[in-house]
């Protein structure tokens, strides 16, 4: 499994480097949309919708959504849409806590979870949008963001390998520990201290950086458990299986999902209080 993960993050990495440093904001805005509607498509089966036609008009209709985002991303509902989805994770929370909630394969049940899956990928989408759009490097702080997120990921996993023994949330995830958390927050905050050093960011923003990335990074963690839960309630072990190693789009995405609104909002705030 660690070779097939190693050889698939190989290929996937340049690719995905190219794509955010090099490739103008309406190109990748297209790209991610298209990764995030096939996460879409591969949630609402998780969520208990059988009929592929449903599934379809379902991404249709987020399809529709996300040039609508794209219309009114320079304008103040913007925001209101980023902060939508990071108050969804706030609330996820409380339904890691109660993990036996919208279990039961109801209409009711699938609904809740559809309505997840838009306050958890439509703002997530639109946050990476502004940063990557930004005036001030962008392309360079979107890219940041990402493999922020996944170098987290990846110490989580060496971590949790060498000295997991404290099962983080068992119920959940069997195989995810506190040491692997631990990891996650370390390597980000390493990365992100080292990253705002070459930016030439330095004293209290520096500090606030580095408490940005781990805040982002706690984020993170919730999406990966929420999707853990929505899977175990669904009865599989992957969300899909497009990438050897990694499983689906899904798995790969749900720490991405929570993350980006929390850390491009942060930063956002964080640009008004150093701005002269």
């Known amino acids: 499994m660690l070779k097939q993960r190693t050889l698939t993050a190989l290929v ?22 298209v990764l995030c509607l096939l996460a879409l498509w591969e949630w609402t089966r998780l969520a208990g919708v059988g009929s592929r036609a449903w599934r379809g008009g379902i991404v249709a209709v987020n399809a529709l959504l996300f040039a609508v985002l794209w219309r009114v991303r320079d304008q103040p509902a913007a925001w209101c849409v980023i902060g939508a989805g990071i108050l ?28 997840a899956a838009e306050v958890a990928i439509l703002p ?24 922020l ?12 390998k060498r000295f997991g ?17 631990w990891g ?30 781990l805040l982002a990074i706690a984020a993170s963690i919730v999406g990966d458990l929420f ?8 009865n599989v072990k992957d969300s899909g299986t497009l990438f050897p190693g990694h499983g689906g789009l899904l798995d790969r995405l749900d720490s991405l999902f929570a993350a980006l609104p929390v850390f491009v909002a942060g930063k956002a705030l964080l640009d008004l209080a150093l701005r002269p």
């Open 12 to 33: 996937l990495a340049p690719l995905a480097v190219a794509i955010i440093l090099f490739l103008p904001t309406t190109v990748v805005a297209a790209i991610i949309a």
């Open 88 to 115: 969804w994770w706030l609330l996820a929370l409380l339904w890691l806590r109660n993990f036996t909630y919208a279990a039961a394969p109801t209409r009711e049940n699938t609904a809740v979870k559809l309505v």
């Open 124 to 147: 997530a989408w639109l946050a990476l949008m502004k940063i990557h759009e930004g005036p001030d490097h962008g392309h360079a702080w979107a890219l940041f963001a990402l493999v």
């Open 149 to 160: 997120i996944w170098a987290a990921d990846t110490a989580a996993f060496f971590a949790g």
């Open 165 to 181: 023994t404290t099962k983080l949330a068992p119920k959940i995830s069997p195989n995810k520990t506190t040491a692997g958390a």
């Open 184 to 213: 996650a927050l370390a390597g980000a905050g390493a990365l992100a201290a080292v990253w705002g050093w070459l930016a030439e960011v330095r004293g209290a923003a520096l500090v606030a950086l580095v408490g940005l990335a």
């Open 227 to 234: 999707e853990s839960l929505i899977k175990r309630q669904a």
